[in-house]
């Protein structure tokens, strides 16, 4: 059974930083490339970013362009998220999962919210 755990989210001011985790289970990691996803209220999910399998290639769409790393560390099965200059439009819940996500699987998220 796949799973997703994320954390590392918080009550951050504007300008702050956070870093999120997500430990993965139930699949073979190193065989996945993984991304970052983010839910705002009312809104759909989006795709934030996109690490591949051996650590290389980070790709990043545009509203976090610039301010927001993704890495991984496949001896912990576990895909990170660096988050710099954090703005109120962050504000989100946060997931991880492959991309493409295995839409079945999705974990609980990790709630970021920024405060002007």
């Known amino acids: 059974q796949v799973q997703f755990v994320e954390s590392g989210g918080g009550l951050v001011e504007v300008g702050g930083s956070l870093r999120l985790s997500c430990a993965v289970s139930g699949l073979t990691f190193i065989r996945h490339n993984m991304g970052w996803y983010r839910r705002a209220p009312g809104q759909a999910r989006e795709f934030l970013a996109r690490?591949?399998?051996?650590?290389?290639?980070?790709y990043y769409e545009r509203p976090i362009k610039g301010r927001f790393t993704i890495s991984r560390d496949n001896t912990k099965n576990t895909v990170y998220l660096q988050m710099n200059d954090l703005r109120p439009e962050d504000t989100a819940v946060y997931y991880c999962?492959?991309?493409?996500?295995?839409?079945?699987?999705w974990g609980q998220g990790t709630q970021v919210t920024v405060s002007s």
């Open positions: 999962n492959p991309d493409p996500p295995q839409q079945g699987a």
């Open positions: 690490i591949h399998r051996n650590g290389g290639n980070p």
